[in-house]
């Protein structure tokens, strides 16, 4: 729904700009809004310049007054097209999806290096919007430098690419398209159900082509992101099922945090006592301290969670897209009469599971839900019985947390031990990939809404650091972490340059462990015996067993402009982690961890994940992974 506001304009009133010019002048004319508070959509544009767009939206942008004092669209600089994208998802989910950032490219390789941002984007459901540059449209010349030639079609381009990771996608053939491709654009966008990755491509000759473009599309236009309430009947129907069920539980995925229906949730478990336990994108929707709060679910979850999900008669899922690692590949909720009510404010995740669909915004649902409720709460040896789940929960964490001798090397746990007792209430920690979302989701205490930030759809490697700047540009209130493997870094460590270039005083945890720890640990329990999954010298048979390489990836970040500390020992890391909180720059934190198996570490998986093992093998680990995986895949059902 949008309003616009062109007091003043007549309608046959025209304003002569460029095609890329006329873009930049509407995207700062564009608002939300939501519960009466009205925001800027978009925020700003990263942008890295050739012959596809310099001469367009680059210009736009200058004659806009990027780089300005006050611009009509902030510009930043990116060093990596793919990062540039990582970074306004960042910004936009720590927005709550209610503001968006640009990212523009010139045509070809940089265009391609979108694809995986966007796709990241898709998956997560969060906003951004890509521009492109593309081939000439008039083909005065043809091909052009970097045109991908496609014998059968003449319209293809290398920018077709991005269609199957877009939920809105357009080329911008002429100028006067441009009018109803934008406001598509920013109708996706703002749609909690459709949005994702937006894509305009723009031919390189119509950025800079000019035309005379009504005043009226000039106006500012509030788009108002709604709070769908849940139908009547079907909310009857759900709260006879949590009625009539002995031990409920409540699955909150990330709709919760993108609905802000945290307060909301918090009263309907204060007001039922249902168990509330999260997936990597809804944790933190309850502070871990909350009665209510069993902690993660899922392959990666804690045992309290999955224990309650083994059992449950009736599961309500919010917000949640009901992904493998939640599910443990369909092996998880095991109670032969489980049902599901699913509220989602998209109908094609309330359907799933054979649940009864709720189509609603989180918090309009919620609130409903409670009001619907009134009176009834669980058990009191159901809410005994899983407080008791909790407090042992609890001391396990606190056994992997602690580290007795400050003098010894540090494990993974440990770091994230002594990162817990550094951070505020509102820093916020950020992760991806490796073997940390495991570590993170049974174990950290996530104390506000927004502190855990793992992007676990699209689990991308390289996505924490150009997220954690994105984070700081839409939080620079805020500490922000980006905790990071070496390969992790190894894949994506350009846009440090960014943040000392910006002054973002963003901490990177950068933990060496010398390889694909998570994979190494997956290919183990497979039967592909940790093959190709370290970072060492080929030895005499041949294979990468031989000693670590000699990497120095402080010195790397130093070199990029980071203030680096190194921690050799559990001591060293906590003063590390202080300095570089306390310090206005940005900062990286180095330890390399101990991987002996002799400190102590995360408890290990307490359900299973689906990953095929091969039927047929000579070597004694593959038969043995194959048989355990026969067992475990026997427990796989469908919910009908």
Known sequence: MTDTAPPGVPGDATRRMTVAQALVEFLAHQYTERDGRRRRLVDACWGIFGHGNVAGIGQALLEAGAGSAGPRLRYFQGRNEQAMVHAAVGFARQ??????????????????????????????RLPVLLLPGDTFATRPADPVLQQLEVPYAGDVSVNDALRPVSR??????????????????MRVLTDPVETGAVTLALPQDVQAEAYDWPAAFFADRVWRVPRPAPDEDVLAEAAAAIRGARRPLLVAGGGVHHSEAEDALRAFADATGIPVATTQAGKGALRHDHPCEVGGIGHTGTATADDLARRADLVLGVGTRWSDFTTASATLFADPGVRFVNLNIASFDTHKLGAVSLVADARAGLTALTRSLAGHRVGEAYAAAYTAEKARWEERVDAAFAAPDPGARPSQTQVLGALDAVVGEEDVVINAAGSLPGDLHKLWRARSRRQYHLEYGYSCMGYEIPAAIGVRL?????????????????????????????GLDINVVLLQNHGYASIGGLSQLTGAERFGTAYRFRAGDGTYTGAPLPVDLAANAASLGLVVHRAATVAELREALAAARADPRPTCVYVETDTSGEAPGAPGAQAWWDVPVAQTATRPAAVRAHETYRRHAASRRRHL
């Open 95 to 124: 927005s709550d999806r209610l503001a968006v950032q640009a990212v523009t490219t010139s045509i070809g390789p940089g265009a391609t290096n979108l694809v995986t941002g966007a796709a990241l984007a898709t998956v997560n």
């Open 168 to 185: 809105y996608f357009d080329r911008v053939t002429r100028p006067e398209a441009l009018v109803p491709a934008a406001l598509q654009a």
């Open 474 to 502: 839409a939080a620079p209130d805020r500490q922000v972490w980006a905790l990071v493997g070496d390969g992790t870094y190894l894949m994506n460590p350009t846009e440090l340059v960014t943040a000392v270039q910006e």
